[in-house]
């Protein structure tokens, strides 16, 4: 597995507390989407961890290539057609 799977062709709408941490799943495979279920153990890939600045909602990526991980970047756009 050298691409992480796509999750959603959306990003994921969350609410964050201020000084939570948060790990979100760039592997694709985890039940909890947006975050990290341990799915990615016999993968490449690691979660990305953050630590929410303030309580608000994000836009985490849904689709895993994002170039501004774990926030969408508008990568799923570019997606192809399924």
Known sequence: M???QIAS???FAVEVEAG???FW????RSHTQPF???SH???VFTPARF???RSERLWLCGCKRSANKPFCDGS???LPAE
């Open 2 to 4: 050298t691409q992480p």
């Open 9 to 11: 062709r959306i990003p």
């Open 20 to 22: 939570k941490t948060y």
């Open 25 to 28: 799943c760039a592997c694709g």
């Open 36 to 38: 990290c279920d341990g």
């Open 41 to 43: 153990r016999d993968t």
């Open 51 to 53: 630590v929410a600045e």
């Open 76 to 78: 799923h756009k570019q």
